[in-house]
């Protein structure tokens, strides 16, 4: 599963890319989302996907248990 941020119809959307199986990666949107870009289950969208870079820092007790 991969983390991505997209922006659907000027708002941002932080969703998982989830595998298919079969090397392929889908994007699950609720319906929601879909009735607000106007799309079906099913239908193409166009994305334009960015690198999450924030980095994350680990509590130190976190850390520990491993």
Do not use: H
């Not at 959307?13 to 990666?25: A, I």
């Not at 607000?36 to 960015?50: H, M, P, R, S, T």
């Amino acid at each position: 599963m991969f983390k991505t941020e997209k922006s659907l119809v000027s708002k941002l959307y932080l969703l998982d890319l989830m595998p298919m199986g079969n090397g392929y990666l889908f994007l699950p949107v609720k319906a929601e989302i879909r009735m607000n870009i106007k799309k079906q289950a099913g239908d193409y969208v166009k994305l334009v996907l960015f690198a999450d870079n924030l980095l994350i820092e680990i509590p130190e007790e976190l850390i520990q248990c491993f």
